[in-house]
């Protein structure tokens, strides 16, 4: 079985080999491409099985560069890495297409949590065309966040949210401010509201 691929696309090059080593350190069969923009990203000729990308690049920025990335490889789920968690940065990330946002603030283990589990998920069908991202729902939810959401709407903390799925609490909280910020509310209360008015949960 051929190594999964990952595109690692950053400016900063101390950060690039600290993510390459600590996926090598932890997934096995693991193959790092590292760019420096999204320039650079373009010239790979192999397809990865995952693109974990910076939104603050030299050159074409992230956000921007999203859609080439897509064009390119629609089938291969985009990780956004920033330094920027605000929920502006989140929602337009989620917006343009991104499978999961993690902060670069966040520990070690949240990261690779989140990389494991995008690439966990089933590949997109080649038969279809390929959905707006390949972790997408129909309510436009990543499938791990609508089960969030719906534990969110029993009332439980993040904490306790963990615990029943298996996640670190702040991968919960990641998830959690995404789906505020998919559903334009500023709170959990309000979360709760616009998603049992949407339909989204029973």
């Known amino acids: 079985m051929p190594p999964t691929r990952v595109l690692l696309i950053d400016d900063h090059a101390m950060f690039r080999t600290g993510l390459h080593l600590l996926l090598r350190s932890v997934l096995n069969d693991l193959e790092v ?27 074409l920025n992230g956000l921007d560069g999203m859609a080439l990335l897509q064009r390119r490889w629609a089938k291969t789920p985009i990780v956004v890495l920033t330094a920027d968690p605000s929920p502006d940065a989140m929602r337009m990330a989620m917006e343009q297409g991104a499978s999961a946002f993690v902060s670069k ?5 949240d990261i690779l949590s989140v990389v494991k589990q995008v690439l966990a998920l089933p590949p997109a069908g080649g038969a279809s065309p390929p959905a707006p991202t390949v ?3 129909p309510s436009g939810l990543t499938p791990r966040q609508c089960e969030v959401l719906d534990q969110l709407c029993q009332g439980l903390t993040n904490k306790a949210i963990g615990r029943k799925l298996g996640l670190a609490e702040n991968t919960v909280r990641v998830h959690v401010q995404a ?6 509310v500023s709170n959990r209360s309000e979360a709760v509201f616009a998603a049992r008015r949407k339909g989204l949960v029973g």
């Open 135 to 137: 972790s997408q729902t």
């Open 105 to 109: 603030e966040q520990t070690a283990d």
């Open 179 to 184: 789906i505020l910020a998919h559903l334009g």
């Open 33 to 59: 491409l590292k760019a420096g923009s999204i320039e650079e990203a373009l010239q790979q000729v192999a397809p990865p099985q995952l693109i974990l990308l910076d939104v603050r690049l030299q050159g």
